[in-house]
């Protein structure tokens, strides 16, 4: 078999279990030991096709990343960036997914997830601080942050 037919089944095996992106999947063939030339080949054939988009890859992590509280803005755009997706292309999906899920129930979904019975008003200081550095972590903004624990949980967008 030809370099170039052992790279697309080693590609179409990887495609199968995810999404990856267009870098990821060069990099994945290239760790197996593939030239740049059947890589480049391989990875066209399969733009071409349609089993390889960016697009449509950044728009599926993002949105199982808001879903599963693994992420939210600049911490989305980060991980998109090292995932070799382009700047334009994670603005968009960044944007289209922060219009549809607001910062604040977010936020509240992931903060009632990870800390359940949380309640701000009750809270210590050192849970408050660890909840903050979470959602911080997450690419949650300060004032979304300081703005749920002042509301608290119970009461939110109000």
Known sequence: MEEAEKALACAVRALARRDHSVAELEAKLRDKGFSTGPVAEVVGRLARSGYLDDRRFAERWVESAVRSGRGYGPRLRLELARR???????????????????????????????????????????????????????????????????KGAAEPDE
Do not use: C, N, W
């Not at 922060?98 to 210590?124: I, N, Y």
């Open 84 to 150: 070799g997706v382009a700047r334009e292309i994670i603005a968009d999906v960044v944007a289209a997914i922060t219009a549809t899920h607001g910062e604040g129930e977010t936020l509240a979904m992931v903060a009632a997830r990870k800390f359940a019975g949380f309640d701000p008003h009750t809270a210590s200081d050192r849970d408050k601080r660890r909840l903050f550095a979470y959602l911080q972590r997450r690419g949650f903004s300060s004032a979304a942050i300081f703005d749920f624990l002042r």
